[in-house]
């Protein structure tokens, strides 16, 4: 399933199988990219409930605005700059995948990492998007698996 608008920014989630919790398929999708691209047995319950909680956590205690300052000039050699909030990806990490957000007036500044922080890339969206994303994602345990001739997996969700 995809969550989100995949041509602007979106979320790829699939249940592949029941391991202790659902776990299958996790992306992001950035500039028609799958990000990170691999892992079937990623526990969506860790990573939804980390991604909703860390957002959301930090959205509440208050964040400022850090305007234009050009991406250069921020350092995440030592963790967050000031006021830019970590998104907690749980082990979407093991494939180099980091990701944060702040704020420019009333647009987001989405940073994310491929390559185990040896890089970071920026993208902007329109203020609200990246927590409306967030929080649309669905509670992982009402998902469900509806497979059809063994061959076909289709998640879905309990109403």
Request: contains cysteine; hydrophobic residues 40%.
């Amino acid at each position: 399933m995809i969550i989100g608008n995949a041509l602007e920014i979106g979320i790829q989630l699939e249940y592949i199988l029941e391991l202790s919790s659902p776990s299958g398929l996790f992306n992001l999708i950035i500039d028609d990219e799958l990000i990170p691209g691999k892992g079937t047995v990623t526990d969506l319950y860790v990573v939804i409930s980390s991604l909703k909680d860390s957002i959301n956590s930090q959205l509440s205690d208050g964040v400022c605005d850090i305007g234009s300052i050009p991406l250069a000039d921020l350092d995440f050699s030592d963790g967050s700059p000031e006021n830019v909030i970590w998104l907690d990806a749980c082990e979407l990490s093991d494939y180099g995948c980091v990701f944060w957000l702040a704020f420019d007036g009333d647009f987001e500044r989405f940073f994310y990492s491929t390559d185990f922080e040896k890089t970071i890339q920026e993208k902007r969206y329109p203020r609200g998007t990246i927590e409306k994303l967030i929080n649309s994602l669905p509670d992982p345990n009402l998902l469900r698996i509806n497979k059809i001739n063994d061959q076909i997996l289709i998640t879905d969700i309990l109403s």
